[in-house]
């Protein structure tokens, strides 16, 4: 008796407890994600800041194709590469995660991790979820590699059998971005972990038998200035572009840069409300962008043109290929076409090939100019034309 009404009381209160949690829903209906405020803002605004324009296309082109493989602005120093870099996280769109999760999985992913280690894994429906920004998360240069990959608790696992595991920064970034200040300043055992987990969109930690995997999917962000070092090939193309960032010397733009950032040290509230409705219309267009990309079309002229212009310079392997058509038509979606063209791959040519040239002591012509010598006599256009 005394059992069966225990057992009662359990069912009131998981029925309660089901009507509680939005995530919960019967077969054939759609998961219900309750609305999650965005923090309120600490960063500077993004449409605030003056020029650098190459550096804002390379962000805004990851945010809607995050395949392209990342971004590194080298530049001088103060010219604004972190700021505009953490002033990324107020225009990202929200993400569906696991309530809670460490690893910031959709349902989606953690029903096919669960199934992959064996275990019965639930129905994603049947998962609660909580809307949250996109990570952006930092890796700072002193951070060591227990920090960055995470840490076993081996005391723990050895006495009661539990892998008691602390997520890093790679777990925190996962979905979203990481960004490196400095990273030609980076330790050469970090830019080791990077490059596997980059190939692999996993990590992997071992320590005394015990192994733990996650998925650590992440856009890597770097910036750096070349005066201080210069960073390892192998680390260097695994960046999808390369804006290169210099001082402005245009006097209004100079003055507006001291301007807005005086009156965002005084009162970034009232300052951020100012901008605002810029804010709130590039997140609009960055959604948008994102999803018109999959019906984008890349023509067969256009591909082959992109193909014989990376023959042309030179550039081993393909994936110069690869992060053009992914640059260009990214860009074409963020400009609302539906087709890509010789002006989409011009506008980020650059950008995707910069950092693939072979280099020559001896040549004297910037790495830009010839880029664009050469995709003109592609083109079948004047080199010299403008």
Not at 146 to 167: N, Q
Not at 249 to 274: E, G, S, W
Not at 306 to 312: E, P, Q, S, T, V
Request: overall charge positive; proline content about 6%.
């Amino acid at each position: 008796m005394s059992a069966r009404m225990t057992s009662k009381k359990r069912g009131k209160t998981g029925a309660k407890a089901a009507r509680k949690t939005p995530a919960k829903a019967t077969t054939g209906q759609a998961r219900a994600t309750p609305k999650a405020k965005r923090p309120k803002p600490q960063a500077f605004p993004f449409t605030a800041i003056v020029g650098q324009e190459e550096m804002k296309l390379s962000l805004l082109l990851n945010i809607v194709d995050p395949r392209i493989g990342g971004v590194l602005v080298m530049g001088h120093r103060g010219t604004g590469k972190s700021t505009t870099v953490r002033a990324l996280a107020e225009v990202l769109p929200m993400i569906e995660r696991i309530s809670d999760d460490p690893y910031n999985r959709s349902p989606e992913q953690y029903v096919a991790e669960t199934q992959t280690s064996g275990k019965r894994a639930p129905a994603a429906d049947s998962l609660q979820t909580e809307q949250v920004p996109v990570p952006v998360v930092d890796l700072p240069l002193g951070a060591t590699e227990d920090r960055v990959c995470g840490t076993i608790d081996i005391e723990k696992a050895l006495s009661s059998g539990i892998k008691a595991f602390e997520p890093g920064l790679l777990a925190q970034s996962n979905r979203g971005f990481l960004y490196i200040d400095e990273v030609n300043l980076l330790d050469d055992h970090l830019v080791d972990v990077l490059l596997d987990v980059a190939a692999s969109g996993r990590n992997v930690v071992e320590r005394e038998g015990i192994s733990i995997r996650h998925a650590a999917r992440f856009v890597l962000v770097g910036s750096g200035n070349p005066e201080e070092g210069e960073l390892r090939p192998q680390l260097l193309d695994r960046f999808g572009l390369y804006a290169r960032i210099v001082t402005i010397n245009d006097l209004d733009a100079r003055v507006d840069i001291v301007r807005r950032r005086r009156a965002f040290d005084d009162d970034p509230t009232t300052f951020f409300k100012r901008w605002t409705r810029a804010q709130n219309k590039l997140q609009r267009n960055i959604s948008a962008a994102a999803g018109r990309l999959p019906g984008v079309q890349l023509p067969d002229a256009i591909l082959k043109d992109i193909a014989r212009l990376c023959m042309n310079l030179d550039i081993d392997g393909h994936r110069g290929e690869l992060t053009i058509t992914r640059a260009a038509t990214a860009y074409a979606a963020l400009q609302g076409d539906s087709e890509v063209g010789r002006e989409h791959v011009r506008a980020i040519v650059g950008l995707a090939l910069r950092h693939r040239l072979r280099k020559d002591p001896l040549e004297t012509i910037d790495p830009g100019e010839k880029i664009d010598r050469e995709l003109a006599r592609v083109f079948d256009e004047d080199p010299d034309a403008e």
